[in-house]
């Protein structure tokens, strides 16, 4: 079993940035795809970011071009770069390994992510 600890959420205003932090308990990152997830009340879990053992990154679509994901495997740690972020971007944030869009070990505590003005 593997454990997340997610961290860097807090309150921005639209228009602004924040990086998102994981970390892992154990080495994972070369070996598995790595994801970033949110969930927003009231909705189900979505995968937002998934970047593959071997660097290719691919991003949803109502995401994509303010988001970055990004990893490092010697510090065991998976960032998401969130810019120009909007109302509709607050939610809790997650990382885990992915299988097929989903997390494939248990969830993290997350990291609360609030866009307001």
């Known amino acids: 079993q593997v454990q997340f600890v997610e961290s860097g959420g807090g309150l921005v205003q639209p228009g602004g940035s924040l990086r998102l932090s994981c970390a892992a308990s154990r080495s994972i990152f070369s070996i598995y795809a790595m994801g970033w997830y949110r969930q927003a009340p009231g909705k189900q879990r979505e995968r937002v970011a998934v970047i593959t053992s071997g660097g290719i990154t691919n991003y949803a679509d109502s995401v994509k071009g303010r988001f970055t994901i990004s990893r490092n495997n010697t510090k065991n740690t998976m960032y998401l770069q969130m810019n120009s972020l909007k109302p509709e971007d607050t939610a809790v944030y997650y990382c885990?390994?992915?299988?097929?869009?989903?997390?494939?070990?248990?969830w993290g505590q997350g990291t609360q992510v609030t866009v307001s003005s």
């Open positions: 885990n390994a992915d299988r097929l869009g989903v997390g494939r070990f248990s």
